[in-house]
């Protein structure tokens, strides 16, 4: 099945995931991101990325939403290579860094698993205003990770104790 374009956006029923397949390697390629990051950034499931990348049940996915599409086409290499040095407002960030920490994720041990400065989670702990557009995406990307069991738990956490 065909793209079909009408006016800003994609319209019609199930579109190849060929072409999106692609745009998605190439988000993460452009800035060192991983699927569940570009998923964020995009505004869609960590899952349908995760399928779109790898498939599913060993076969590559054929079709995709139209709004599925429409969010990965949106995103641009540039967008994705700003991510570090645009800042945004703390808040929303900070959150998830709260929601992470409640499930058992130390500082130090966040910052390895989504690839930041512990610095960084320190400051925006602390009450810093703004934060990059990057730690607000992997943030967000780790706590719907951690909602959806998929994140690899911290040694000795609470919710590993209990599996």
Do not use: K
Request: glycine share 8%; hydrophobic share 45%.
């Amino acid at each position: 099945m065909t793209v079909r374009a009408e006016g800003a956006g994609l319209t019609g029923q199930w579109v190849d995931a060929r072409p999106f397949r692609a745009q998605l390697h190439y988000l993460m390629a452009s800035g060192s991101l991983t699927v569940d990051d570009v998923a964020a950034v995009a505004g869609i499931s960590a899952r349908v990325a995760e399928r779109l990348l790898h498939g599913r049940d060993g076969r590559p996915l054929r079709r995709i939403s139209p709004d599925t599409a429409r969010r990965l086409i949106q995103i641009s290499h540039q967008h994705v290579r700003a991510l570090r040095r645009i800042m945004v407002p703390a808040g929303p960030a900070r959150l998830q860094l709260r929601r992470l920490h409640r499930a058992g994720w130390e500082n130090l041990a966040l910052a390895q698993q989504i690839c930041v400065a512990a610095p960084e989670l320190i400051e925006l702990a602390a009450g810093a205003e703004t934060c990059s557009l990057l730690l607000a995406v992997r943030l967000t990307a780790a706590a719907r990770a951690e909602d959806g069991a998929h994140f690899r738990r911290p040694v000795g956490s609470p919710t590993e104790h209990a599996a």
